[in-house]
Nanobody, 118 residues
Framework: QVQLVESGGGLVQAGGSLRLSCAAS????????MGWYRQASGKTRELVAG???????NYKDSVKGRFTISRDNAKNTVYLQMNSLKPEDTAVYYC????????????WGKGTLVTVSS
């Protein structure tokens, strides 16, 4: 059974930093995209950053230059370094893994709360 376990969320002051981690376990295709989504209260879930197993990345425009996504394929772990945090970054952050194969599975972590105070 595939599991994604996030860690690193918490409460920080505006301008501070957090590093989120997500470790995947189980039978997972090596060709996949891992990413971070977030959902603020009353809003829809949105992609923050994604990284393919080959290293290609993409970011939500509002986090470019502040957030950095990376992964360790050997450890099946994805990270999100968040710097210069803003109150509008406050949300539950969810780790996601999507297998690229036809009918590949889409897995989600349970989420970790990031709260940025002004």
């Amino acid at each position: 059974q595939v599991q994604l376990v996030e860690s690193g969320g918490g409460l920080v002051q505006a301008g501070g930093s957090l590093r989120l981690s997500c470790a995947a376990s189980g039978s997972i295709s090596s060709i996949n995209v891992m990413g971070w989504y977030r959902q603020a209260s009353g809003k829809t879930r949105e992609l923050v950053a994604g990284i393919a197993s080959g290293g290609t990345t993409n970011y939500k425009d509002s986090v470019k230059g502040r957030f950095t996504i990376s992964r360790d394929n050997a450890k099946n772990t994805v990270y999100l370094q968040m710097n210069s945090l803003k109150p509008e970054d406050t949300a539950v952050y969810y780790c996601n893994l999507r297998e690229n194969a036809k009918d590949g599975m889409d897995y989600w972590g349970k989420g970790t709360l990031v709260t940025v105070s002004s």
